[in-house]
């Protein structure tokens, strides 16, 4: 059985995925997401509905858990 999602303050370290045309994201940005521990991956979605993966440790560095 995997390990349960939550919540956690991430910040970004770097922007793989192409960007939509109206993101506002920058580097350095920190924002809340969902984490995943088993893919090590964190789901967000930004103010303009743009989904977004990052990984905790490469694109992205985990500040706190909610």
């Known amino acids: 059985m995997g390990k349960v999602s939550y919540y956690v303050i991430f910040e970004i370290l ?3 995925q192409e960007s939509e045309e ?3 994201i920058e580097i350095g940005e920190r924002f809340v997401g969902l984490y995943h521990p088993d893919s090590n991956e964190i789901h967000f979605t930004d103010e ?4 977004w ?3 905790d440790g490469d ?3 985990i ?3 909610i």
């Open 48 to 51: 303009n509905g743009q989904q």
């Open 63 to 65: 500040i706190d858990s």
């Open 14 to 16: 770097k922007i793989e």
């Open 59 to 61: 694109t992205c560095s």
């Open 53 to 55: 993966i990052f990984y």
């Open 22 to 24: 109206d993101s506002t």
